[in-house]
């Protein structure tokens, strides 16, 4: 890339969005995180107008929304960051939840600290079962195979009376609250923000009204996930993922074990959807085979792939697109899917990188350019 | 495994029938796959619309059982022709609309899939709004009987009533089976020539091979890709017709399940290998309703896709091998 002509090499000097981000102050920096993480927590609370869902409780659909980005993150993980299409997401989801459901509830009652735990072995458990098998075959077959798996899954659920059979679990327990203080509400019914001291939520006391606690507990699960995400993608971990999946003969002669990498990616991946399963069910108090339809695998894929595969942020918009925009504009009701549809289209046709893609993607594409305009010349450029 | 042996016949009819239906849709995301190497999601939905021109055009001409046979020949042929016409318009225009653009600007080939789920989801739903559509352009008074009730099944009347025509080992078999069956096998045979000998054929063919020496030897691809949504469609909407004709109903989004079945069955047979899709389609159709004959019927889909897992780990490119595009394999 060094030997690029010195003036395809100009970039404009004027620094963009991040680069003044990171140019500022570390305090200042720390202190800006901590105001967005607040900001985060306070969201349902602050019921800002135009964001907030009319129909339904917004509580309810910020976690919503929170379940798709961990979602999201362990999808990137496999999809983004080892590079292999899977359609069945849903099935990890699903026994991440129906774990939970099952030892306590239906045929257990262990408390939910112990459950959640159990969920995200047993969905990895299950990552790795389906992966041993099925990551020899190539790229095309292992989304159907996954696809495959998600519909098995899902079907075995319906099938199964030890499981519920199709009426599901139900009376899955609350995890335990700490009733700390109450937080009040924004009120902005006369146009003009007031806090609202009658409509207030407890600090972790898991109701069965009030979803804001369920959101505040999303929350936390999903930054500890994009902690352990940070630290995996800049280890030796992540850069083996990243040769594989850009050429996989290339990274096994190189000396990378290409399957155990990937059968790595898969199996966590597994977890933070089992992960998000368990959250799930602890949330609804009742789960039944029709919350895991093979639909909420291809929402899934679109929420990576929309955000831009292989950028935790970037997935997390596009988890934030998926699940956001059909439950805020629910007076379309009926044309949502429509509508949803021509936006994945139309984001498609002038998005093709995603909404953010990552970084990597768009030097090697800056890069192809140079190399086009060195093959080709300066006038075709 | 007695009731299975007991009603073997019965069994294999039945799944030759639905496996014939399996096949013809299979084809177009086989054909797809060989020349752009992507699952052509919104397939389905292609099939789907077919189903539905079908049933219309009975409708529309006042199809009902018990008529003389050279009208029901006469209903039948048009449904072949509304349905392939209706399933080729949608696959092309789907091409146009949702694979073109980005093949221009070198999208990487997963935002394909996404563009593909748009679709499809598009699709589904202008059939399941269609009430809303016809008012739109104001002709919801005139379009009354086909667009009501669009979110529930619609179902078709028997032009065909089935009649034994001979018995097998207990089970009649009727002419609509033997209609379905012979009819996608000759329709299957009639593309299978086309591809090998005719001109266009022989463009899909090089295409899929090796795209850029096809262009430098003068296929023009785009029109071939073209081409080859139009054949996909048509596919589909022969068996848009059969389906019709077996089964009778459909629904908005009947053609989701239908479509990830007829993936399976090209991956079975060996993706990008029209003769792969046949077969893959015979074999899952038939796999399924033995499978469920012994192990109950709410296992049918498990059944079809524990066959695929196993397949594809012993076989790892299909029961034929990919034959349209080998030489990218």
């Known amino acids: ?381 | 495994m007695q009731y299975l042996l007991d009603n073997f016949f019965a069994f294999t009819i039945t799944g030759l029938t639905i496996g014939a239906v399996y096949a013809l849709v299979a084809l177009g995301y086989t054909l797809v796959y060989g020349v752009l190497r992507l699952i052509n999601f919104a397939h389905s939905e292609v099939f789907m619309f077919g189903t539905f021109a079908a049933l219309w055009i009975v409708m529309f001409l006042g199809g009902k059982g018990g008529a003389s046979v050279g009208q029901v020949i006469f209903w039948v042929a048009m449904m072949f022709v509304a349905a392939m016409a209706m399933s080729g318009l949608i696959a092309v225009l789907l091409e146009r609309v949702a694979y073109r653009p980005l093949r221009k600007r070198n999208a990487p080939p997963l935002i394909a899939l996404i563009s593909a789920i748009g679709a499809s989801f598009v699709l589904a739903e202008l059939m399941g709004l269609r009430s809303r559509v016809a008012s739109w352009v104001g002709l919801d008074d005139n379009l009354r009987d086909y667009v009501r009730n669009s979110r529930n099944n619609a179902g078709m009347p028997t032009i065909i009533a089935p009649q034994p025509i001979f018995t097998i080992g207990g089970y009649h078999v009727t002419n609509v089976d033997i209609l379905v069956i012979i009819g996608a096998i000759a329709i299957m045979v009639v593309l299978d020539q086309f591809v090998k000998r005719s001109r266009l054929g022989r463009g899909i063919r090089a295409v899929a091979m090796d795209p850029e020496s096809a262009a430098l030897m003068g296929v023009n691809r785009d029109r071939v890709i073209q081409v080859t949504f139009l054949v996909g469609g048509v596919m589909a909407g022969a068996a848009a017709v059969f389906y019709m004709l077996k089964i009778g109903i459909t629904r908005y989004d009947a053609g989701f399940i239908l479509g990830v079945k007829a993936f399976t069955a090209a991956v079975l047979g060996g993706i990008g290998n029209l003769r792969g899709a046949l077969l893959g389609g015979f074999v899952l159709g038939l796999a399924e309703n033995y499978g469920s004959a012994v192990v109950g019927t709410q296992w049918k889909d498990v059944v079809a896709f524990v066959l695929l897992v196993l397949i594809l780990l012993f076989r790892p490119t299909g029961l034929l091998g990919e034959s349209l595009g080998k030489a990218r394999a």
Not at chain 1, 117 to 142: C, K, Q
Not at chain 1, 158 to 165: A, E, R
Not at chain 1, 268 to 295: C, D, H, R, V, Y
């Open chain 1, 1 to 381: 890339m060094s030997t690029a002509p010195a003036q395809t090499l100009a970039t404009s000097t004027k620094p963009n969005f991040k680069e003044r981000v990171n140019g500022l102050p570390k305090g200042v920096k720390i202190a800006l995180w901590v105001a967005f993480a607040v900001f985060l927590f306070l969201l349902p609370l602050l019921n800002i107008p135009f964001v907030t869902t009319e129909g339904s409780d917004f509580g309810g659909v910020l976690f919503t929304v929170a379940t798709y980005v961990l979602v999201a993150l362990g999808l990137n993980i496999v999809v983004g960051y080892a590079g292999l299409l899977d359609l069945g997401y849903v099935g990890f989801y699903a026994v991440g939840a129906y774990t939970v459901g099952v030892l306590s509830a239906e045929h257990a009652s262990l408390p939910w600290l112990l459950a959640v735990p159990a969920a995200i072995v047993i969905a990895m458990i299950s990552g790795v079962i389906l992966g041993a098998p099925t990551l020899r075959v190539r790229g095309d077959y292992l989304a159907i195979v996954t696809l495959g798996f998600g519909e098995i899954v899902r079907l075995t659920l319906v099938n199964t009376q030890w499981l519920g059979g199709a009426q599901g679990i139900s009376d899955i327990p609350k995890p335990p609250g700490l009733e700390l203080f109450k937080v009040p509400s924004i009120d902005w019914s006369s146009g003009a923000p007031v806090i609202d001291l009658d409509t207030t939520s407890t600090f972790l006391k898991f109701g069965i009204t009030d979803f804001v606690p369920y959101y505040w507990l999303a929350l936390i699960v999903i930054g500890l996930v994009l902690l352990f995400d940070v630290l995996v993608k800049n280890s030796r971990v992540g850069r083996a993922w990243e040769a594989t999946r850009e050429d996989e003969d290339v990274a096994e002669l190189m000396g990378v074990p290409t399957f155990r990498f990937k059968l790595l990616a898969f199996a966590l991946g597994a977890a933070i959807g089992g992960l998000s399963g368990a959250l799930f069910a602890t949330k609804s108090g009742f789960i039944n085979p029709q919350s895991f339809e093979l639909i909420l695998s291809i929402l899934f894929i679109a929420a990576v792939v929309v955000g831009g595969a292989g950028n935790r942020w970037g997935i997390t918009v596009g988890a934030i697109v998926v699940s956001y925009f059909p439950e805020r504009f629910r007076e379309f009701a009926d044309f949502r899917v429509l509508v949803f549809g021509l936006a994945l289209m139309l984001l498609a046709i002038f998005r093709p990188q995603g909404i953010l893609p990552p970084r990597r993607t768009l030097r090697a594409k800056k890069a192809d350019e140079r190399q086009a305009i060195l093959e080709e010349g300066e006038a075709s450029a």
